[in-house]
């Protein structure tokens, strides 16, 4: 069976960095992936997005703060996060980037900012 494994979350200051991994078993290496969040009390919403030529694109909330990188070999994709502020709390998800190709959602990670 598919699945999505992500890790890294936790607590972290506001100006703080957390580095989130994700893990997908199945086709890797030929979909785009991308991290998702749910914030409290709103929609999942598309963070980050790496293409399989490793091109990205980012939510303007977290450009030029988040950079999302992929290890096809180990089919892991990761985000850095820094400069953290609490609107970045949330669950954090991956997943194939095309909704039409999502696999079944994992667990996700929680990322809570605060002081």
């Known amino acids: 069976q598919v699945q999505i494994v992500e890790s890294g979350g936790g607590l972290a200051q506001p100006g703080g960095s957390l580095r989130l991994s994700c893990i997908a078993s199945g086709g890797f290496a030929v979909y785009d992936m991308a991290w998702y969040r749910q914030r ?11 293409g399989t030529e490793e091109t990205t694109n980012y939510a303007d909330s977290v450009k030029g703060r ?42 996700g990670t929680q990322v809570t900012v605060s002081s």
């Open 40 to 50: 409290p009390g709103k929609q999942r919403e598309l963070v980050a997005r790496i």
């Open 66 to 107: 988040f950079t999302i990188s992929r290890v096809n070999a180990k089919r892991q994709v990761y985000l850095q996060m820094n400069s953290l502020n609490p609107e970045d709390t949330a669950v954090y998800f991956c997943n194939r980037a095309s909704e039409s190709r999502w696999l079944n959602w994992g667990q």
